[in-house]
């Protein structure tokens, strides 16, 4: 088959992909072919190199996210996430400006947000502000996850089926992502409580799965940074509310007891005890991308826990 300079190749591996994603050279003139067929300004572009898709900004207002066919339900999470949320929540998030199909592969023209991307400004903050900034993003998921459920009911995987996936996996990808032993040992007790932990049939909430420095934008108002908005809604998908605490929890709060407290009052929970930790702990396991090595920022946690239940009590102090 031959693929053409204005045509979008077939891949059915994520490898290729990927490979594809990094040489823009092969795709930009397709993007900005997309963008000119909506009457975009094309004339300054600017790839994103980090990120899932093809991801092109038009100007200083606008981006141009291009899915691939293997990634599909990304794009059907970020539009259907993007119409139910608009005008619902008190923070701004990126608006839908043209959406299409080219060569198979789903595309979204949205709105450009303004602000300072929360992972270069969140790791030299002082101490007080990064507890204001997770009490915000506490509010901000509860906020979230008050808007009703819309057209994303239908998205799937449901949340039931989805944890009981995760379940079976659990232990051969912790094993095979070296997680050590001294952990490992731990699961079956997890596994074993997670039905009776998770509620699986509760009323489903949006969740947005990634909640992390990546995704917001911060703005500063004399000296005081604040949450301006909320981008990525690829990964959404309907389930328990606890969901939504560990990417803070994991990355921002990282043992922090101040930290911690915020973030669970921005969401709502006045108390923390063992059951609620212990939820925590077997969500952020069954989490999509869990991988305890990589998400938890807690100086020296392999050497502070002899088990599970130990890391538990250094994630969620208190």
């Given at each position: 088959?031959t693929i053409t300079?204005?045509?979008?190749?077939?891949?059915?591996?994520?490898?290729?992909?990927?490979?594809?994603?990094?040489?823009?050279?092969?795709?930009?003139?397709?993007a900005?072919?997309?963008?000119?067929?909506?009457?975009?300004?094309?004339?300054?572009?600017?790839?994103?190199?980090?990120?899932t898709?093809?991801?092109?900004?038009?100007?200083?207002?606008?981006?141009?996210?291009?899915?691939?066919?293997?990634?599909?339900?990304?794009?059907?999470?970020?539009?259907?996430a993007?119409?139910?949320?608009?005008?619902?929540?008190?923070?701004?998030?990126?608006?839908?400006?043209?959406e299409?199909?080219?060569?198979?592969?789903?595309?979204?023209?949205?709105?450009?947000?303004?602000g300072?991307l929360?992972?270069?400004?969140?790791?030299s903050?002082?101490?007080?502000q990064?507890e204001?900034?997770?009490?915000q993003?506490?509010?901000?998921?509860?906020?979230?996850?008050?808007?009703?459920?819309?057209?994303?009911?239908?998205?799937?995987?449901r949340?039931?089926?989805?944890?009981?996936?995760?379940?079976?996996g659990?232990?051969a990808?912790h094993?095979?992502?070296?997680?050590?032993?001294k952990?490992?040992?731990?699961?079956?007790?997890?596994?074993?409580?997670?039905?009776?932990?998770?509620?699986?049939?509760?009323?489903?909430?949006?969740?947005?799965?990634?909640?992390?420095?990546e995704?917001?934008?911060?703005?500063?108002?004399?000296g005081q940074?604040s949450?301006?908005?909320l981008?990525?809604?690829?990964?959404?998908l309907t389930?328990?509310?606890?969901?939504?605490?560990?990417?803070?929890?994991?990355f921002?709060?990282?043992?922090?007891?101040?930290?911690?407290?915020?973030?669970?009052?921005?969401?709502?929970?006045?108390?923390?005890?063992?059951?609620?930790?212990?939820?925590?702990?077997a969500?952020?396991?069954?989490?999509?991308?869990?991988?305890?090595?990589?998400?938890?920022?807690?100086?020296?946690?392999q050497?502070?826990a002899?088990?599970?239940?130990?890391l538990?009590?250094l994630?969620?102090?208190g």
């Amino acid at each position: 088959m031959t693929i053409t300079p204005q045509q979008l190749p077939p891949f059915t591996d994520a490898a290729s992909f990927r490979a594809f994603r990094s040489a823009s050279t092969q795709w930009l003139p397709i993007a900005l072919d997309i963008a000119r067929s909506h009457g975009l300004d094309a004339g300054s572009p600017h790839v994103f190199a980090t990120g899932t898709n093809l991801v092109v900004g038009l100007g200083d207002r606008l981006i141009l996210k291009i899915f691939p066919p293997l990634l599909a339900a990304q794009f059907v999470s970020e539009r259907a996430a993007l119409t139910q949320l608009k005008g619902r929540l008190h923070l701004p998030i990126p608006e839908i400006v043209a959406e299409g199909m080219r060569d198979g592969w789903p595309y979204l023209v949205i709105t450009r947000l303004a602000g300072t991307l929360g992972s270069e400004v969140w790791p030299s903050l002082p101490e007080p502000q990064k507890e204001r900034l997770l009490l915000q993003i506490g509010e901000t998921i509860a906020a979230v996850q008050r808007v009703p459920l819309g057209e994303l009911a239908s998205i799937e995987p449901r949340w039931d089926a989805f944890m009981r996936a995760q379940m079976q996996g659990c232990r051969a990808r912790h094993t095979r992502l070296g997680l050590a032993p001294k952990f490992l040992e731990g699961l079956d007790d997890f596994l074993r409580d997670a039905p009776k932990l998770i509620p699986m049939d509760a009323p489903p909430v949006i969740l947005i799965g990634e909640y992390i420095p990546e995704n917001f934008l911060l703005a500063c108002d004399d000296g005081q940074w604040s949450l301006a908005g909320l981008f990525d809604f690829g990964d959404v998908l309907t389930g328990w509310r606890d969901y939504d605490l560990l990417g803070p929890s994991a990355f921002m709060a990282a043992g922090h007891p101040g930290r911690v407290k915020s973030l669970l009052e921005g969401f709502g929970y006045t108390t923390l005890d063992f059951t609620l930790k212990r939820r925590l702990m077997a969500l952020m396991l069954l989490h999509r991308a869990s991988d305890l090595n990589s998400h938890i920022c807690i100086e020296g946690w392999q050497e502070r826990a002899a088990n599970l239940v130990e890391l538990q009590d250094l994630i969620w102090p208190g």
